[in-house]
């Protein structure tokens, strides 16, 4: 049986504030396999964001473990831990994250010549045709739609063929329409390349649609 790609042990947050300790997360436990899809889900305040954070080795846990590809998070320092997310990990952001003075493809372009992978331009623009926006190339974020700026981040995150995407809330800024657009691209993308998919979403038909539901209330998973 291969080591999963991601698995988490005992997992808790604990943040100091004026009226003590508060504690974001309990004691999660979990493990996913190469390809596999998790939707974590909650509501707000429920601990979604911040388990993205430490899953992702952007924050530090207060206890337990995370091994993100063979890599224990909690021993590398962040030095380490950029260097795991930049061989390892794809993100899609709500907000998109596109640089604004960029066109979309040289969005995409960017994380293929910080790899120093060869021909980014035409990888680039065999992912914004993939993603159907062949006919946007030279066009900058202010100058595309939502759905639009988030189909760019979406090929931006899948360039560099990671082994794990992780997304958050990546349909919340939507319409029905194009957010069901954006459902069909990540699935379709997943397939295609094996990554591991781990959504924070409200969105439950795209929560429905991946092979695991984590629920969160109140940092306990439920």
Do not use: W
């Not at 997310?85 to 066109?103: D, M, N, P």
């Amino acid at each position: 049986m291969s080591r999963p790609i991601l698995n988490v042990e005992n997992l808790n947050k604990v943040v100091s504030t004026a009226e003590g300790d508060l504690t974001l997360l309990h004691s999660l436990s979990f493990s996913l396999a190469q390809g596999d899809s998790l939707a974590i889900v909650g509501s707000s305040g429920s601990g979604k964001s911040t388990l993205l954070g430490l899953l992702a080795g952007l924050d530090r846990p207060s206890a337990g473990s995370i091994e993100l590809a063979g890599h224990k998070l909690e021993l590398l320092d962040e030095d380490q831990c950029a260097q795991v997310r930049a061989e390892y990990v794809g993100f899609v952001f709500q907000s998109f994250q596109l640089l604004e003075t960029l066109t979309a493809v040289e969005n995409v372009m960017l994380p293929l010549e910080l790899d120093g992978l060869p021909n980014p331009r035409e990888q680039a623009e065999a992912l914004l045709k993939r993603v159907g926006l062949d006919h946007r190339l030279k066009h900058t974020p202010l100058q595309l739609s939502g759905g639009e700026q988030q189909r760019v981040a979406i090929a931006r995150a899948f360039a560099a063929k990671p082994k794990i995407l992780f997304a958050d809330e990546p349909t919340g800024n939507l319409d029905s329409v194009t957010g069901e657009c954006i459902r069909d691209l990540l699935f379709e993308l997943n397939n295609e390349q094996g990554a591991t998919l781990v959504l924070v979403t409200h969105d439950e038909q795209l929560a429905a649609r991946c092979q695991h539901q984590l629920r969160l209330e109140a940092g306990k998973q439920i």
